[in-house]
Each structure stands twice: as structure tokens, then as C-alpha cells.
Nanobody, 117 residues
Framework: QVQLVESGGGFVQGGGSLRLSCATS????????MGWYRQAPGKERELVAR???????NTADSVKGRFTISRDIAKNTVYLQMNSLKPEDTAVYYC???????????WGQGTQVTVSS
């Protein structure tokens, strides 16, 4: 069974930084892509950043230049480095993984990020 375990959320002042981690129960190459989504209260879940198995990344315009997705293959872990955080970044952040050759997606339990003004 696929498990995605997130860590690293918390409370930070505006302008601060946090790093989120998502550890998988198996190899990250078992997925076609992994990414981070977020959902703020009353809003839809949105893609923040994504990295394919080949290492190609894409980042939402709202966080471009501030957030960076990366991975440690040996640790089967994907990271989201978040700098220059803003109150509007406050949300629950979810790790996501896409299965190969199907529409199946896997989700972590979510981690809360709160940014004060």
C-alpha cells in the first residue's frame, strides 16, 4: 500500500521560510510524478509544484521564485522549500503522487502551514 508521509508544516511569520518533506513508502520512481498541492479554507485544492520521474519541475505562478520543489532519490523523499512566505500561503499542504498509466493518485494526510502578517 502506498504511503505518503508529510512533515515540516507549522507557524511562521510573513517573510519566513519552511521546508516540507514527503517521504514515500517505496521508490519515488514508482510514480510518474510527485507534487505538492494546497487548500485554503473555502477554496479549491490547487497545484503548487510538481516534479516528474525524469526530474522536470513546474511551479504555480503564485509561488514562482519563492517555492522550490526537489527530491532526494536515496531517501525517497520530495521537498518543498518555501521562502518569503506570505499570509496568502496559509493552507493545508498535501503531498501527491501520480501512478503510471492510470488516473490513480495518492495523497498524504496534509500538513498545516500558517503564515502571520
Amino acid at each position: 500500500q502506498v504511503q505518503l508521509v508529510e512533515s515540516g508544516g507549522g507557524f511562521v511569520q510573513g517573510g519566513g521560510s519552511l521546508r516540507l518533506s514527503c517521504a514515500t513508502s517505496g521508490s519515488i520512481f514508482g510514480f510518474s510524478a510527485m507534487g505538492w498541492y494546497r487548500q485554503a479554507p473555502g477554496k479549491e485544492r490547487e497545484l503548487v509544484a510538481r516534479i516528474t520521474s525524469g526530474g522536470t519541475t513546474n511551479t504555480a505562478d503564485s509561488v514562482k521564485g519563492r517555492f522550490t520543489i526537489s527530491r532526494d532519490i536515496a531517501k525517497n523523499t520530495v521537498y518543498l522549500q518555501m521562502n518569503s512566505l506570505k499570509p496568502e500561503d496559509t493552507a493545508v499542504y498535501y503531498c501527491n503522487a501520480d501512478a503510471y498509466f492510470s488516473s490513480t493518485q495518492y495523497w498524504g494526510q496534509g500538513t498545516q502551514v500558517t503564515v502571520s502578517s
